[in-house]
């Protein structure tokens, strides 16, 4: 590796992890993800149980909760405690902000089988997801999804592609990525939007590479075919560097919340034709800036 990617590397895992007085945590890697114990997601959470979360959820980005046992309203209720609840689009037939992650049996296609992070096409994108997966492929196994975190992509470039993509803009457009054979419904109210294409974590200010294959049309200072280069480039980063990511192995009644802006998903489909089912609830976030 080049030194200033060592560099990068090491000043994350050199992090001082926080003092937490409520929960266990372990982190997965050491760049992304941890397991929390110690809490019970169906109750009410105190104040200091909230501070604790919030204070992993920044640290590790994606925080993994096993064997919870959890309503449709507990669940949104944990989600309420970081923000606004996010409105699905399109609008399912129940609950507007439930939707179901849902595979049957022999299905083509799951969603999120690509890397991205959710909702970056909208104006204000979304803060974090929480997904609770009930039921895991007949299979026993199947269906892990993978996390990459988008801070240390970025810090692993050379300065001078740092400094280079700083300048730039992305335009993230909801219609962007086709699916064979899936038609976008006619409700769905399409969200096309401009963010910086590197942004700002909101909390922290760490920069963060914003940048993915299924929303990003194009980066508009740059021409069609340097604009087309730059996106492959950038789009190839979650997939190529196996040290960005952490994986999450779901057992029946995990529960795991993830920052939509310093980490991108993919949901492998390694369990065709087997079944898989879950609830996904949505925060709100703020609009992104440089
Ligand atoms: C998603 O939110 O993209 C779905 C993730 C998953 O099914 O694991």
Same mark, same amino acid.
């Given at each position: 590796?080049?030194?200033?990617?060592?560099?990068?590397?090491?000043?994350?895992?050199?992090?001082?992890?926080?003092?937490?007085?409520?929960?266990?945590?372990?982190?997965?890697?050491?760049?992304?993800?941890?397991?929390?114990?110690?809490?019970?997601?169906?109750?009410?959470?105190?104040?200091?149980?909230?501070?604790?979360?919030?204070?992993?959820?920044?640290?590790?980005?994606?925080?993994?909760?096993?064997?919870?046992?959890?309503?449709?309203?507990?669940?949104?209720?944990?989600?309420?405690?970081?923000?606004?609840?996010?409105?699905?689009?399109?609008?399912?037939?129940?609950? *507007?902000?439930?939707?179901?992650?849902?595979?049957?049996?022999?299905?083509?296609?799951?969603?999120?089988?690509?890397?991205?992070?959710?909702?970056?096409?909208?104006?204000?994108?979304?803060?974090?997801?929480?997904?609770?997966?009930?039921?895991?492929?007949?299979?026993?196994?199947?269906?892990?999804?993978?996390?990459?975190?988008?801070?240390?992509?970025?810090?692993?470039?050379?300065?001078?592609?740092?400094?280079?993509?700083?300048?730039?803009?992305?335009?993230?457009?909801?219609?962007?990525?086709?699916?064979?054979?899936?038609?976008?419904?006619?409700?769905?109210?399409?969200?096309?939007?401009?963010?910086?294409?590197?942004?700002?974590?909101?909390?922290?200010?760490?920069?963060?590479?914003?940048?993915?294959?299924?929303?990003?049309?194009?980066? *508009?200072?740059?021409?069609?075919?340097?604009?087309?280069?730059?996106?492959?480039?950038?789009?190839?980063?979650?997939?190529?560097?196996?040290?960005?990511?952490?994986?999450?192995?779901?057992?029946?009644?995990?529960?795991?919340?993830?920052?939509?802006?310093?980490?991108?998903?993919?949901?492998?489909?390694?369990?065709?034709?087997?079944?898989?089912?879950?609830?996904?609830?949505?925060?709100?976030?703020?609009?992104?800036?440089?």
């Amino acid at each position: 590796m080049e030194q200033y990617e060592l560099d990068a590397l090491e000043a994350v895992t050199s992090r001082p992890s926080p003092e937490y007085s409520t929960i266990t945590v372990d982190a997965l890697t050491p760049v992304i993800g941890a397991e929390v114990s110690g809490i019970d997601l169906s109750q009410e959470l105190t104040e200091e149980q909230r501070a604790d979360l919030h204070a992993a959820f920044l640290h590790h980005h994606v925080l993994v909760f096993r064997d919870q046992v959890i309503t449709s309203d507990e669940h949104k209720r944990l989600a309420g405690y970081f923000g606004e609840l996010r409105p699905v689009n399109p609008p399912p037939p129940g609950d *507007p902000y439930l939707l179901e992650i849902s595979t049957s049996k022999g299905a083509t296609e799951v969603a999120g089988n690509r890397w991205h992070s959710d909702g970056t096409a909208d104006a204000e994108p979304s803060l974090g997801s929480m997904l609770y997966i009930t039921r895991i492929p007949e299979a026993g196994s199947g269906g892990d999804t993978l996390f990459a975190n988008m801070h240390l992509a970025y810090e692993m470039l050379s300065p001078a592609m740092r400094g280079f993509l700083d300048s730039l803009t992305a335009v993230h457009d909801g219609a962007h990525f086709k699916v064979k054979g899936y038609t976008l419904p006619p409700e769905y109210v399409v969200p096309v939007n401009e963010h910086p294409l590197v942004v700002r974590h909101p909390e922290t200010g760490r920069k963060i590479l914003y940048v993915n294959g299924v929303y990003v049309s194009h980066i *508009p200072q740059l021409s069609d075919e340097e604009s087309r280069a730059v996106l492959d480039l950038l789009n190839g980063i979650p997939s190529s560097r196996p040290l960005l990511h952490c994986r999450v192995r779901w057992t029946p009644n995990t529960l795991v919340f993830w920052d939509n802006r310093s980490a991108q998903h993919h949901a492998s489909y390694d369990y065709y034709p087997f079944t898989r089912y879950g609830q996904r609830v949505a925060i709100n976030g703020g609009p992104l800036k440089a």
